[in-house]
């Protein structure tokens, strides 16, 4: 017997995928976005109602049918280190976690699995944390004290992992009562945030996922070929004059490659120490330095963001050779391990040896979504942003099955179809 499950905040279905591959049933969903609504139903067979604010009220049982299981992905701008990170001070987002709560007061299911990202359980949010806790826990769920933070670079692929740093928060709930709840707070994470099982990620090998097709259209543009073959020559010539040594680990910043550092007042310590690092650098390797940027034309045609290079690929001999990243701090550069989070805006990463983006579709097996998924030809804009913005189903799979073997007891009185479903489904999710 199959368990039920709503979807709040669905996007394209990320938290769908998890757990209808634990054993679940979706019956409900809630999803603002016309376009992902429509993703979404093309590729999991459920129409997700419209606003959530609009569908809950005190009428809110009428409207969302009993389940076993609330996932929600509520929205992450109040607490990203990207917005103005407001928390419930936000009036017209942060607040949508009482909407959740709302459908957890009606209906009490027998585990809640949310997600957010980690700055959640940063420092600045620790207000925002704790009544998010609190408020769970006066609705009757025990739940962790400390965030689970995981991401599916640490899960082996036999498990469902996938090669993408993506550190996220999520809290799990079993519902267990007001008293017991905050009696039992005392609890531990589900998960721990480490590789599972002694994997090693640095074993991942993103061309595992790579399409063999012909992708020249995702091909970078001429100007950003430029930008990476004069950063690729500065790679190799500083190579070549350390005697191959890395190259250091702070950003280098061409513009501040000078003398004497330039450090405006109240510039903050952390940037003041970068451009007295760069300086240091120039002035050791002056006159390499000067001839590169000669050779190209003091990269007086580069965008600001272009002329600084963040070197994270250890002892990679080209950039050619590595993952690219363009970013509004600059260019990074890491091995071809696993990738940087997908976002939802531009930021998609470069496969360096093929000098081009990564495809929807290979970004799709980043997110754990099987091959079968469809984008129904929209425009790859959208489809990077809707993944950008989804759970990661290998994660959430794997955080939401250990929480549920680990609350086994009380879950099975009150939820046995779900314990059965659960224990029943593969150790990796099979979709």
């Known amino acids: 017997m199959q368990f039920k499950f709503i979807d709040l905040f669905a ?22 976005d016309n376009k992902a609504a429509s993703i979404y139903e093309l590729n999991w067979g459920l129409k997700p109602a419209g606003d959530i604010v609009a569908l809950t009220d005190p009428s809110v049982s009428k409207i969302i049918p009993k389940h076993d299981v609330l996932a929600a992905g509520f929205p992450c701008q109040p607490f990203s280190k990207s917005g103005k990170q407001q928390g419930f001070r936000d009036t017209t987002r942060g607040t949508l976690f009482f909407n959740i709560c709302q459908i957890l007061e009606a209906r009490k299911p027998a ?25 769970l826990r006066n609705l009757g769920y025990r739940v962790s004290d400390i965030p689970t933070v995981f ?23 079993t519902y267990v009562g007001k008293k017991r709840a905050w009696a039992e707070s005392d609890v531990q994470p589900v998960v721990e945030h480490m590789p599972v ?29 430029n930008w990476l073959l004069a950063w690729d020559d500065f790679v190799k010539m500083m190579l070549r004059e350390r005697k191959g040594a890395r190259l250091p680990g702070f950003p280098l910043w061409a513009d501040d490659f000078v003398a004497k550092p330039k450090i405006p007042k109240n510039t903050p310590e952390w940037k003041a120490d970068f451009l007295r690092k760069n300086s240091a650098f120039y002035v050791e390797h002056k006159q390499s330095i000067d001839k590169w940027l000669q050779r190209w034309n003091g990269l007086k045609d580069f965008p600001p ?96 099955r250990q929480h549920v073997l680990k609350d086994a007891v009380d879950i099975k009185k009150i939820a046995p179809e779900l314990l059965r479903a659960v224990k029943a489904s593969n150790a990796r999710p099979k979709l």
């Open 11 to 32: 996007g394209i279905g990320g938290f769908h995928g998890a757990l209808s591959a634990a054993g679940g049933e979706g019956i409900w969903s809630s999803e603002i």
């Open 111 to 135: 585990v809640v699995l949310l997600e957010n990202v980690r700055n959640l359980a940063g420092p600045r949010q620790r207000d925002t944390w704790l009544t998010i806790i609190r408020e």
């Open 151 to 173: 991401s599916p670079h640490l899960l082996p692929p036999s498990l469902g992992g996938a090669p993408q740093v993506r550190e996220r928060v999520f809290i799990l709930g």
């Open 197 to 225: 099982d002694g994997f090693d990620p640095q074993k991942w090998d993103i061309r595992k996922i790579l399409s063999k097709k012909d992708n020249q259209e995702y091909r970078i543009s001429d100007a950003e070929e």
């Open 305 to 400: 963001s272009r002329r600084k290079l963040e070197w994270q690929a250890q002892d990679e001999r080209s950039i050619w050779d590595c993952v690219i990243h363009f970013r509004p701090s600059g260019i990074r550069v890491k091995r071809a391990t696993y990738l940087p989070a997908l976002v939802a805006i531009t930021q998609t990463s470069i496969y360096g040896p093929e000098r081009r983006r990564i495809t929807p579709d290979e970004a799709k097996l980043l997110q754990g979504f099987p091959k079968s998924f469809k984008f129904a030809g929209q425009k790859d804009s959208d489809s990077y942003k809707q993944l950008g913005n989804a759970v990661s189903i290998g994660a959430a799979y794997y955080v939401f």
